[in-house]
């Protein structure tokens, strides 16, 4: 098991390994949801809420649930979680919770939420494991609220139902239609695949002059 | 025969002393056996106190999801009866309007008609509610009725999942919705533009075919079983 620090627990989720950017986890409702802000904020804090209350409670129990019943019981625990997450947004949140309709349950299979378990929470202690929740939940948020602010500009005009361009603006429809996902999704990745392939050329031409170098094939025989 | 290349000797796998196979995956560490009792144990436990939570949970949400979509109702019955000063809520049992539900049945689930009236106390008209299969999920729509004169007074979709900026235009395009005021029963959903001036005609939206259709089919499905029942309660002096 890799030795990390609680810094790296906490900040590793939220970009160096963020669930949908990089470990394309999580992404039917990265895509389904995410057409408008306020969508992809009541998403991402559900989704938070459960990460991190599962992984609480399936670190401090680690000892008790025996090694052959371990999936069902997280899967229980999560959709204790989940359930509580959809009345407490129907109650709460009314016009929210319809627009995210089928989507609230359906982060009891978000594969997420059971990798942490089964990864990091069901065998590391508790305060890591929070850390851990709160990193990897912060990262699914911010790569949901990059997608719903770009789909919700391009689609409809506006941020959280604010209008941004008065109505010269004709908004490009594709962007909140289930298609628009796919290609948001599509230039995010691109982006940030972009900008990772940058960073690590410039590192590599910083090191040239002085790094060493590899022998080749001959040279090593 | 060809000589296999040599493996440098601490490279080399050595068969496992228990007569695993070379190479195979690596055995993972021994566990006890947990006894089935255990097993069963531990998701009864857990199974039961989730159950409890949710219990807890539910019991605080539900009065607030209720009241929720009371207040829904009511503005919408407000609005499809264009303001009536009185709304008065029959029950329809066996063919017969009743202002008590029968016993032991769930007001909530129950079929009910919400009849509005005037300041005067003269009746405007019903509010009918009726769902049917859209294009993605069911349809719930309400519709004020005036079955003295058989038309329909206004129509409001309560809830639906139609495509967003497609179907979802049965709810948020004014002249679809407006179509539907003072339209004669039953209706016929004519392409727009192409009608021929019937005042039983609704316009569709362009694009939203199947959902335009599934709402016109839902009043007309609701209409005609409901016609004969409050015919028979104005036949009453009901």
């Known amino acids: 098991m890799r030795e990390t620090t609680p810094q790296q627990d906490l900040i590793r989720g939220i970009w160096k390994e963020n669930p949908v950017l990089v470990q394309l986890l999580g992404l039917c409702p990265a895509l389904a949801v995410t057409n408008t802000v306020a969508n992809s904020l009541a998403m991402g804090i559900a989704t938070f809420f459960v990460l991190v209350g599962s992984s609480l409670l399936v670190s401090t129990f680690k000892k008790v649930i025996p090694h052959e019943v371990r999936i069902s019981a997280y899967i229980l625990i999560i959709a204790t979680f989940v359930t509580i997450a959809d009345l407490v947004l129907a109650a709460v949140v009314p016009l929210i919770h319809k627009e995210l309709g089928a989507f609230i349950a359906l982060i009891v299979v978000n ?85 990772q392939e940058r960073k690590s050329e410039s590192v590599r031409v910083r090191q040239w002059p002085h790094g060493v170098a590899t022998p080749s094939r001959e040279e090593a025989a | 025969m060809k000589e296999l290349p040599q493996v440098a000797d601490d490279q080399r796998t050595e068969p496992e002393p228990g007569g695993g196979p070379p190479g195979g995956p690596p055995q993972s560490p021994e566990r006890p056996p947990t006894s089935s009792a255990r097993l069963i144990t531990t998701l009864a436990t857990a ?133 539907f005021r003072q339209a004669a029963a039953l209706l016929e959903g004519v392409k727009s ?26 009043i007309n499905h609701r209409i005609e079983a409901l016609d004969p029942v409050l015919e028979a309660a104005a036949g009453d002096g009901s």
């Open chain 1, 111 to 195: 594969c997420m939420i059971l990798g942490r378990q089964e990864a990091f929470a069901s065998k590391r202690p508790i305060g890591r494991s929070l850390l851990d929740a709160v990193g990897t939940g912060t990262g699914f948020m911010i790569a949901l609220l990059m997608m719903g602010t770009f789909r919700e500009i391009l689609g409809n005009g506006s941020i959280l139902g604010i209008s941004l361009f008065g109505d010269g603006f004709e908004p490009w429809v594709i962007f909140i239609l289930p298609p628009g996902g796919f290609l948001t999704l599509g230039f995010i990745l691109l982006a940030f695949g972009w900008w």
């Open chain 2, 47 to 179: 199974g039961g106190l989730a159950g409890l939570v949710i219990v807890l949970v539910f019991g605080w949400a539900n009065p607030r999801i209720q009241a929720y979509r009371a207040m829904v109702l009511r503005e919408a019955i407000q609005e499809v009866l264009e303001g009536p000063e009185s709304v008065q809520t029959y029950y329809v049992i066996d063919g017969a309007l009743s202002e008590t539900p029968e016993p032991g049945v769930d007001t909530i689930t129950a079929e009910k008609v919400h009849l509005g009236l005037d300041a005067e106390g003269q009746p405007i008209g019903y509010a009918i509610t009726g769902q049917e299969p859209g294009f993605q999920d069911y349809i719930f729509v309400i519709f004020g009725y005036d079955a003295s004169a058989d038309r329909v007074l206004a129509m409001k979709v309560l809830e639906s999942k139609e495509t967003p900026g497609l179907g979802d235009k049965i709810m948020k395009d004014s002249s679809f919705v407006a179509g």
């Open chain 2, 193 to 218: 533009g192409a009608g021929s001036g019937s005042d039983n005609e609704v316009d569709m939206v362009t694009g939203a075919t199947i959902s335009s259709r599934t709402v016109i089919g839902i």
